[in-house]
């Protein structure tokens, strides 16, 4: 999405492509967060839940994942069918913003549900204190990683967030596994 | 840009996006990932998604703005409070509208 100013402001096709990939280096960070919970799939399976991923299906599935409430071999149907679920719906509103967009008006302030969506999923998502500073670490680094070009700031600030996380679960010590 | 052009983009755009997305994913059960990086990902949905919030709640127009004139910010902590006390999606999101809204409604009357 942040490609879309870039494109109508007639931003060259490397600087349009370059902030893509910068700014979805996050969907490695959950690539990487998932993987162990798909660890015996069949490739096959593997490339439809990557296709499938999206920030709203990881913020869905991550929780229940890595609190173990969910079975291996279960897994699996439990992404696809919220994942699927998620990237219909986008679709769907994805046209329907296409034809009746121009009609919202931006006074409503529509966009803030993008923060609010990502606010629903970082509240669980702080279980602890560990968790705790890495959510701290990453929001404060976040204030001053805004600047960096190219949207370097998100996944500096995430980074800084998880080293946050690990440095005080070495302070002091594995609090929960 | 061209049409061309503008597709080519589109489809690039598409393609790093899923190879970002697969890499882990494809890599592991091939690859083991040291100790360390297994116990770093606990953190990763706690980080990414705060980095993601702050500056949208934080900076208005560009410019850091952290005052009670900021309706955003004040709207983003009580979904907080929301997210924190009911555990629910459609509440958090209901919710932090309303505060908005209210905020954009008494910001205009005064």
């Known amino acids: ?177 | 840009m061209s049409t061309l052009t503008l597709w080519l983009a589109v489809a690039g755009a598409g393609a790093i996006t899923f190879v970002l997305r697969l890499s882990f994913i494809a890599l592991l059960g091939r690859i083991e990932i040291p100790i360390v990086l297994s116990r770093a990902l606990r953190f990763v949905p706690a980080a990414v998604f705060t980095a993601v919030v702050v500056p949208l709640l934080f900076y208005v127009d560009g410019a850091l703005e952290v005052s009670l004139g900021n309706e955003r910010l004040l709207a983003g902590l009580a979904a907080a409070l929301f997210a924190w006390r009911t555990r629910s999606v459609p509440l958090t999101l209901v919710g932090g509208m309303l505060v908005l809204w209210t905020l954009q409604i008494l910001g205009q009357s005064l």
């Open chain 1, 1 to 177: 999405m942040a490609a879309v100013p870039l494109l109508s402001a007639g931003a060259s096709i490397t600087v349009v492509l370059l902030t893509v990939l910068v700014i979805n280096l996050r969907l490695t960070l959950y690539s990487a967060s998932l993987a162990p919970h798909f660890r015996r799939i069949p490739a096959g399976w593997k490339g439809l839940l990557a296709y499938l991923l999206t920030d709203q299906a990881y913020a869905a599935t991550i929780t229940p994942f890595d609190d173990g409430e969910t079975e291996e071999p279960d897994k699996r149907w439990y992404f696809l069918g919220v994942a699927l679920a998620i990237w219909v719906t986008w679709q769907a509103a994805t046209l329907l913003g296409v034809f009746v967009g121009s009609w919202a008006s931006e006074g409503w302030s529509l966009d803030f549900v993008l923060p609010l969506i990502f606010i629903a999923a970082v509240v669980p998502a702080i279980k602890d204190r560990t968790t705790g500073a890495a959510s701290l670490s990453a929001g404060v680094a976040a204030l001053f990683c805004v600047a960096l070009p190219l949207n370097f700031g998100l996944i500096s600030a995430a980074l800084v967030g998880v080293i946050g996380g690990l440095a005080t679960e070495m302070i002091l010590g594995r609090s929960r596994p």
